[in-house]
């Protein structure tokens, strides 16, 4: 019982780590100003640049 706690707990702490330490996972990073927007958006949200369409 404590065993599959623990367990649960750790795997909740690693993927919320994960998920912290690799924000360019699941952000895009406009080129000209910089800021961070959503993987859905095609136009930054601060400077309306458009947004490459993939990953290099
Ligand atoms: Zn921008």
Redesign the pocket.
Known sequence: MFRTVYLVIMVGVIALVTLLSVPWLFRRR??????W?GLEASR??????A?PTDYE
């Not at 406009?30 to 800021?35: E, F």
């Not at 930054?44 to 640049?49: H, N, T």
């Open positions: 406009c080129t000209k100003c910089g800021a927007n930054c949200k601060q400077c309306s640049e947004l």
